[in-house]
C-alpha cells in the first residue's frame, strides 16, 4: 500500500485554446503520510483548466522511450509554448538500472484536453553525479532556445539549441570573467525579454555559505546568450536574504523553489514560498515584482 500523489505543479497559459494546463509528476507516500522513494513508475501529470474554469480529470503524459524506463518527470519546470500552439516540454528521464537522470526535451502537440508527444530529444545531456540532471526549463530568444538545468556536482548548466529538441552539449553556469559559479542541486529559471534574456537562481555567497544549499537569496542577472554566461555587474538580489547565514543559517528562510510569471508587459513576476524547518515549518509565500523601463511586444 502507497498512495499516489502529485507534487512540483507548475500552471501556465496556453492562449491558443484559452486553457491553463497544469503540469508536476506524480510522487509516493505510505498510509502514515510518509514520502518514500520507490522503483515504482514515475512521470508527468497534468490537469488541465478550460475557459469556463472547470478543471479536468488528473491525466498521465505518455512518453514511450526505453531511455525513460524507469524515470520521466517533468517538474517544476518552464514549458514554451510555440506560435502554432504546440509546446516544449523540459524533461529528466532515466532507465531502469541507473540513478544518474539525463535532461532533454519533448515537443507536444495540445488540443486543448489532451498533450501528445510528437517528437524527442535525439541525443539527451548527461552527467553522471548523484541523481545526474534535474528539473529543466526551457525558453526561446533572439531565434534560439535555451534550457537551463539543476545538478548535483556544485554547478547548474545551460544549453543552446536551434530547434528546442536537439542539445548539442552543455556548459556550467559561470560568470563572463570565465570564473565558475557555485550552484547546490538547486533550479534556476528564465525571463526572456525583447532586450535581453535574464536568469533567476541561487549560489554561494559570502553571506550565505551555511545557508542550506545556498537557497536564500534569490538573485537575478542578465545572460550573455552568446557566450551562455552570466554578466557579474548585473547582479540584483530579488529576494534577500532574512537572517544571519553564517551564524544562525538554521534560522534564515530557505527559498530555492520559485517560478517566474509574465505578468504584464512592463511587468515580471518571482513568486516563491519560504520554508524554515527548523521553526515549526512556518513561512511566508512571496511575490517580487520586477518592473521593466520599456515593454514586451
Not at 525558453?139 to 545551460?158: N, P, S
Not at 534560522?251 to 521553526?279: K, Q, S, Y
Request: charged letters at 25%; a positive charge; one cysteine or more.
Amino acid at each position: 500500500g502507497l498512495l499516489n500523489g502529485v507534487c512540483d505543479v507548475v500552471p501556465e497559459y496556453h492562449a491558443r485554446t484559452n486553457t491553463v494546463v497544469a503540469m508536476g509528476h506524480n510522487v509516493y507516500y505510505t498510509k502514515a503520510g510518509k514520502l518514500t522513494r520507490t522503483s515504482t513508475a514515475r512521470y508527468p501529470v497534468y490537469v488541465v483548466r478550460d475557459a469556463e474554469g472547470r478543471w479536468s480529470e488528473r491525466k498521465q503524459l505518455v512518453w514511450d522511450d526505453p531511455r525513460a524506463s524507469a524515470m520521466f518527470t517533468s517538474n517544476c519546470g518552464q514549458r514554451l509554448v510555440l506560435d502554432n500552439g504546440d509546446l516544449l516540454v523540459p524533461v529528466s528521464f532515466g532507465p531502469r538500472g541507473r540513478r544518474d537522470r539525463a535532461v532533454g526535451s519533448l515537443l507536444c502537440s495540445f488540443d486543448g484536453e489532451t498533450l501528445r508527444v510528437k517528437k524527442s530529444t535525439p541525443k539527451e545531456l548527461r552527467l553522471a553525479a548523484g541523481r545526474g540532471l534535474l528539473e529543466p526549463s526551457i525558453t526561446r530568444f533572439g531565434g534560439r532556445f535555451f534550457l537551463t538545468i539543476r545538478a548535483e556536482d556544485g554547478r547548474g548548466y545551460v544549453a543552446a539549441s536551434a530547434d528546442g529538441l536537439a542539445w548539442p552539449k552543455m556548459q556550467p553556469w559561470s560568470w563572463d570573467d570565465g570564473k565558475p559559479m557555485s550552484m547546490s542541486t538547486t533550479q534556476q529559471h528564465w525571463i526572456a525579454r525583447p532586450d535581453g534574456l535574464f536568469l533567476v537562481y541561487t549560489r554561494k555567497a559570502k553571506h550565505n555559505v551555511n545557508v542550506f544549499r545556498w537557497r536564500a537569496p534569490i538573485f537575478i542577472a542578465r545572460v550573455d546568450a552568446a557566450k551562455l554566461c552570466l554578466v557579474r555587474d548585473t547582479e540584483r538580489e530579488v529576494f534577500p536574504l532574512l537572517g544571519d547565514g553564517i551564524k544562525a543559517a538554521n534560522h534564515v528562510a530557505r527559498m530555492g523553489n520559485f517560478h517566474i510569471t509574465a505578468f504584464a508587459p512592463t511587468e515580471t513576476w518571482v513568486t516563491v514560498g519560504e520554508c524554515l524547518p527548523h521553526d515549526g515549518w512556518k513561512g511566508n509565500t512571496l511575490l517580487a515584482r520586477i518592473r521593466w523601463s520599456s515593454p514586451a511586444p
